[in-house]
């Protein structure tokens, strides 16, 4: 996956409530096993307790093992609008 791609996986994880940018800079494709305590998705920031048996977060894997991290800025991006729907006319 280019690391674009992988931004725009993890912005549909559901895991943030802001869209992913990248802005890594690298270039290319990269191939990448991520090992995460899947029932950690969506406990997040709820409890910071770990029980005994789990392994690491989803963030908490993506930098362990990925190297990446994110971080919460402000800014903007283009965001597509429907601002109405309608059935078309017949002919």
Known sequence: MTMRAIADWLTGSGETDRPIVDRTGLSG?????LEFDSESLGREGV??????DS???FMEAMKEQLGLTVEKQDGSIPIFVVDNV???SAN
């Open 86 to 88: 309608e059935y078309p």
């Open 55 to 57: 392994g690491p977060t």
């Open 29 to 33: 494709t990269f191939d990448f096993i």
């Open 47 to 52: 409890s910071s307790a770990a029980r005994d």
